[in-house]
């Protein structure tokens, strides 16, 4: 039986929607029928960038839907059940792995995928087949479609935040640069978890007014960087910016956050932009952490999705059909679309329609 997927070829070309075979599910593994699969702007790097990740498989690492099919001794699903699917594939064995982190499995440079949608087949496409159970995490009663993102436009920023967790008190001051598909969730997830004085920057007036519709008091343009930072500086104070997650990672952002970073601090860059952090006496301030953290656990994105169903946060979604990957994708690479557009099966489609 045949199946629609977009399916990533070779680097510089773009992914074309074809007809594959439908997965079965062989022992341990579970078969989904995917509501929704995140459209990713780290996809990008995967198509136009010398990554390394060789084709062809199928697009899609941030997916949700519903159990179609459990294979020889999985326990504990049923079909029909609604799941996100966490995306980062460890060995499943490694000491990292054993404690939920598989995104800092041990063995990742042997394994030859990073995941579903990173060297293995994703979820853009109507069934996806999951290698083990462990990577299910349930929705209850949230829609998969509008969850999809959660799985890692939100448990990345979710991941760099728990890390500074001790650093965000009230006094605190926390930067966050780059208000896109991690941006708006990591301003959401401060505000759930932190007392600390949230600060959103961004070249664009849009996202900045999309992060004061999410509560955020203090918003800043950092086209002007020098004036960036003595705004900054006046809001922080002599302490300086507590912590800094960089959504960016371009090389003006990284420069920014070292500048306004204080002592006894950390600075974390999560965005894929480029930038490198210049390292000299007392710059960045003594005392300051460099992390450049990638994806999160298992067990965060069981938490994430907790927050989710209490309302906490939410993933600004915009729906389209599968079958429009190509020309999504076109429009994702010339910024004329939002990271939060997602691609739904025909079936799917039909019933958003509805």
Known sequence: ?????????????????????????????????????????????????PLGIPGPFILGHENAGHVAALGQGVEGWKEGDAVAVYGPWGCGRCHTCQGS??????????????????????????????????????LGALDPV????????????????KQALPL???????????????????????QALTPATLIAADIDEAKLAHA??????HTLDTRDADAAAAAIGALAGPRGATVVLDFVGAQPTVDLGVRVVGRDSRLTVVGLGGGVVHYGANQPPYGCQVSVPYWGSRTELMEVIALAQAGRIHAE???????QAVDVYQRLGEGKIGEGA???????????EE
């Open 1 to 49: 039986m045949k199946m629609k997927a977009v399916r990533f070829i070779e680097m510089g070309k773009p992914p074309e929607v074809v007809d594959v075979p439908r997965p079965v599910p062989g022992p341990g593994q579970v078969l989904l029928k995917i509501a929704g699969a995140g459209v990713c702007h780290s996809d990008l790097h995967i198509l136009d960038e």
């Open 101 to 138: 982190a598989e995104n800092y499995c041990e063995n990742h440079a042997s394994l030859g995928t990073f995941g579903g949608g990173l060297g293995s087949d994703g979820g853009m496409a109507e069934y996806m087949l999951v290698p083990a159970a462990r990577q299910l995490v349930p």
């Open 146 to 161: 509008a969850s999809a993102p959660l799985s890692d436009a939100a448990l990345t920023p979710y991941h760099a935040i």
């Open 168 to 190: 965000l008190t009230p006094e605190a001051t926390v930067v966050v640069i780059g208000i896109g598909g991690l941006g708006h969730m990591a301003v959401q997830l401060l």
């Open 212 to 217: 004061r519709g999410l509560g955020v008091k």
């Open 317 to 323: 979604v915009e729906a389209f059909p599968l079958e």
């Open 342 to 352: 997602v691609l739904v099966s025909a079936s799917e489609w039909a019933s958003i």
